[in-house]
């Protein structure tokens, strides 16, 4: 019989029946905590058993599930307001006539193509979590390498190493890091700087990866290795719109809009409230620049809310499993257990060891979101008993999760990029495990390297 992968809400439950019997058997007990700038931090070196076991009783698993979803409303109604403006700012085809622009000027040119289009797909993910807007370009870009003499797998190559370097090295993406500095207790965009800077060496690995792959199979087509699986001819697709000044209006009101909402944060203590009608503002102000009417603003609207149903559900259950694992006294005696091993490493390696454990925690876990509601509240503590800041801890969950996105089979949006590209798995993991692993190794240099320089 062949084993399928639990649907990721099932799954999480899963983990929550999981968290419930683990609360039976796990030693309960707690670290002392004390309140540093706000933020209650947890002290090393005083975990203590609890003297007596308190059980649990199995009706908390399911209180637990609505108590959970309101401790992270305020994400969950951020995350429905981002995905409603988004769906109307796609509504006026200002990104696919900003990619589509760029496509048909490089056309002619492959490796400056190859860059500029991960590079673009990069900054797209880092800044706005861009993700499943790229299915649509596909089959153009599938179509436009085919023509330069390369093959589909590089079309996806460059699709799939933007999107999951944006997500790694992201630098506001609502998805991500405002979830995961909000479990965290970080101020809210803090450190973007440094992520931004860094995000141009990651897209220079992902592109010249994609691209000495792409020149080998320009030297010799046998290498290719969708050789037998594509057809010889394809027709070339140039089905996007034309790049108007109104797109350019749209894209830029969305850099304003968020160059105030970070100015807003470190200036005036802005935080979900202020973010949400920052964006909400924007999608009023692109619906009247893409003359989009109430009626159909507020359907597009509904709609990309909708789109991040599962989302706010994944957040929501995942709250659920730390919650039991708090209220079961237990969290911090599995923060205790991963903290000794790593703990006889130092700091540096010990925040490595952080970002490999958030990218196992990937292949069960596919959301940004769900997984950050999931593992942060395990990462922050032990980043305070090992020596390592929380920003760091949230630098950790970015690259696991991001960088794993690009392979993990229980990724939906990858699945849908190889499924209409018509790109086997198997051939996809030949193709990217290497960048992965390339990618995991600059990330673990930086990490290093934010550990020695305080990054905070």
């Known amino acids: 019989m062949k084993f399928k992968m639990p649907h990721t809400l099932t799954l999480l439950f899963y983990l929550m029946v999981a968290a419930l019997v683990m609360t039976w058997i796990v030693p309960q007990g707690a670290f002392d905590t004390e309140i540093i700038d706000g933020r209650e931090v947890v002290l090393p070196g005083t975990y203590e058993v609890a003297e007596e076991r308190e059980l649990m009783n199995p009706v908390e698993l399911f209180t637990a599930i609505p108590r959970a979803f309101e401790d992270a409303q305020a994400i969950i109604f951020f995350l429905f307001i981002i995905g409603g403006v988004l769906a109307i700012i796609r509504r006026t085809g200002t990104i696919d006539a900003l990619l589509g622009r760029l496509l048909e000027n490089l056309g002619g040119r492959p490796a400056m193509l190859i860059f500029l ?46 999107y999951g370097i944006g997500y790694g090295a992201a630098a506001f993406n609502q998805y991500t890091v405002v979830v995961a500095q909000d479990v965290a207790g970080v101020d809210t965009y803090t450190g973007w700087g440094v992520r931004l800077a860094l995000l141009l060496p990651f897209v220079m690995i992902g592109a010249h990866h994609v691209y000495s792959y792409a020149r080998r199979v320009q030297l010799d087509p046998s290498t290719s290795l969708m050789a037998g699986i594509e057809p010889d001819n394809v027709d070339t697709v140039t089905d996007y719109p034309a790049l108007s000044v109104k797109h350019v209006i749209i894209m830029t009101a969305f850099m304003v809009a968020l160059g105030v909402a970070v100015w807003g944060i470190a200036t005036r203590g802005w935080y979900l409230y202020e973010l949400g009608a920052a964006f909400l503002i924007l999608g009023v102000f692109t619906a009247f620049v893409g003359k989009i009417g109430p009626s159909l603003m507020a359907e597009e609207f509904v709609s990309g809310a909708k789109d991040l149903t599962e989302t706010a559900l994944l957040v929501g259950i995942a709250r659920g499993i730390a919650l039991i694992m708090e209220e079961g006294q237990i969290l911090h005696s599995i923060v205790y257990a991963m903290s000794v091993p790593l703990g006889m490493v130092g700091p540096e390696l010990a925040a490595v060891g952080m970002m490999l454990m958030q990218t196992i925690m990937n292949f069960f876990v596919s959301s940004g979101s769900g997984q950050a509601f999931l593992t942060m509240p395990l990462m922050v503590p032990l980043g305070d008993i090992l020596g390592v800041s929380r920003q760091i801890a949230v630098q950790a969950f970015l690259y696991g999760d991001g960088f794993a996105n690009m392979i993990v089979p229980t990724n939906p949006v990858l699945m849908g990029i190889l499924g209409m590209a018509s790109v086997p798995y198997d051939k996809w993991f030949r193709f990217c495990m290497p960048l992965l692993l390339k990618l995991l190794a600059f990330a673990a240099i930086c990490m290093v390297g934010m550990v020695m320089f305080g990054f905070s």
């Open 117 to 162: 289009v991960v590079f673009v797909f990069a900054f797209a993910s880092s800044a706005m979590g861009a993700s499943a807007e790229y299915i649509p370009f596909v089959l153009i870009l599938a179509a436009l390498c085919r023509t330069m003499k390369m093959d589909t797998m590089t079309a996806v190559g460059i699709i799939i190493a933007g």
